[in-house]
């Protein structure tokens, strides 16, 4: 039997996966002079794409994303309830939402991460830790990595949590999504949202138009659709509001699905050895089910305490990114969300969504829908003797890598 030698590399950083959270942070540390390898077990960044990519305008306020990818500005939402039934129309006076093209955001991330000089390994598995090291797979290849932190962006269900025996999520949607070819361009685009507890148990249906594409997808609690998520799809694709019937009956050109953590960002998000971001931290808005802008947020965040981390050789920084601390600012919304989990007929959705219409009820759809904040500003790093909670981080535009 031949014996494959196994490389043997070493770097600053092991960033497992390479989603947006994953290549935002990559991209960040590299820039700071850190070397850094990041993994995926996808083989192209570009494929199995896991959201609808909707943007919200705090993100497009403070991140630049690049203006070619991302479609019409949406200034209206309007929520439907169960079955047929008057929508609610909220309507905002800003750009509440843009639309992403997700791969060709990926894709962009990507190359700046290597330009900054990360070291990308894609079609590479994490497999877990071995004494001090990593082991990772590449065409039934072992790879071991050295490294002084590991950094957990591999998704929902994290290995890299696991082994560093940190949180895990416990609570979560399962999301799918088919992608049509849009025949109509609307004039102003509409956010649709449907409230119905049979066809998105838990959360709500959309349709929603980029310009090039319609999105059509349900997300909910996986043991509550009563034919699972792809049979809601498409019944719900069958009546869903604003597409027109040519696009009802299209062939899809993409589908997209994937889980959704949504019990709020994980308490133990950190250890000498490492941290998490993204979803791997549970940094998705509990009510929204919004991840993108969290995944930006707390990526900036954990740039900043592995940087000092290693700057200053000290892994006891890595305390100070504290997801107990940062969870506080969620528990509005982690109420809102398990009083939303507890409707479970469409009888009680209708009966609330009256509440909705009421003039309390409409301020709070709005409040919701167009939010000045998505995901608490993080404290900043910790410097040695400082109070690692004392500020808050700056809001300045950075590049999504
Ligand atoms: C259907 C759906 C629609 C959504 N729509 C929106 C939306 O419109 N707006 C919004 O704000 N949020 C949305 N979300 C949530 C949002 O997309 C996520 O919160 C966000 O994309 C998470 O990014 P991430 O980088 O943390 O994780 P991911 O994008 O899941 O990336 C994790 C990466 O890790 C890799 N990986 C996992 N395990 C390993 C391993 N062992 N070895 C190597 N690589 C590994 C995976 O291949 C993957 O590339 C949606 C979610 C779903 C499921």
Redesign the pocket.
């Known amino acids: 039997m031949t014996v494959v030698p196994e490389d043997h590399v070493e770097y600053d950083v092991l960033v ?7 290549l935002h942070l990559a991209g960040g540390l590299a820039e700071r002079g850190h070397s850094v390898l990041l ?4 083989s192209d960044v570009t494929t199995s794409i ?5 943007f919200v305008r705090r993100t497009l306020d403070d991140f630049d994303l690049p203006e070619r990818l991302l479609g019409p500005a949406i200034r209206r939402v309007n929520l439907y309830p169960p079955g047929p039934g008057v929508p609610i129309e909220l309507a905002s006076d800003r750009d509440e939402y843009r639309v992403g093209d997700v791969a060709g955001i990926y894709a962009a991330a990507l190359a700046d991460a290597r330009g900054a000089g990360v070291e990308v390994r894609l079609g ?3 497999v877990g830790p071995c004494e001090d090291e990593f082991v990772l797979r590449h065409e039934g290849r072992r790879v071991v990595v050295s490294a002084r932190f590991i950094v957990g ?4 269900r994290s ?1 890299v949590a696991r082994d560093l025996g940190l949180d895990s999520n416990t609570d979560l949607l399962v ?3 088919d992608v049509l070819r849009a025949t109509h361009a609307p004039d102003s685009p509409i956010f649709h949202c449907v409230l119905d507890p049979v066809l998105a148990p838990g959360y709500l249906a959309w349709v929603v138009n980029d310009g090039t594409h319609v999105h059509v ?1 349900t ?1 909910g609690y996986p043991r509550r659709f009563p034919r699972g998520p792809r049979h809601a799809l498409a019944d719900f694709r069958a009546l869903a509001p604003g597409l027109n019937e040519e696009e009802r009956q299209a062939r899809r050109v993409e589908r ?5 953590p949504v019990g709020g960002l994980l308490r133990r998000i950190s250890s000498g050895r490492g941290l998490l ?4 931290a549970g940094a ?1 808005s509990p009510l929204t ?5 969290p ?1 930006l947020r707390l990526s900036d965040y954990a740039v900043e305490c592995l940087d000092e981390a290693l700057t200053l050789d000290d892994p006891a920084v890595l305390t100070g990114y504290d997801g107990a601390f940062l969870r506080q600012k969620f528990a509005g919304r982690v109420a809102m969300r398990a009083a939303l989990a507890r409707v479970r007929r469409r009888t009680v959705m209708t009966a609330g969504f009256a509440l909705l219409r009421t003039p309390p009820g409409r301020w709070a759809a709005e409040h919701i829908m167009f939010a000045d904040r998505s995901f608490p500003d993080a404290p900043k790093a910790r410097k040695r003797g400082s109070n690692p909670r004392g500020s808050v981080l700056p809001v300045a535009r950075s590049g999504v890598r």
Request: proline share 0%; hydrophobic share 40%.
């Open positions: 497992v996966g390479a989603g947006l959270a994953g993994c995926d077990r996808r896991r959201t609808t990519g909707i590479t598995s994490y962006a591999d998704g929902a290995a999301g799918a999504e997808g997300a997209r699905g994937g889980a959704i971001i993204g979803d791997a998705v089910a919004g991840g993108l802008d995944c």
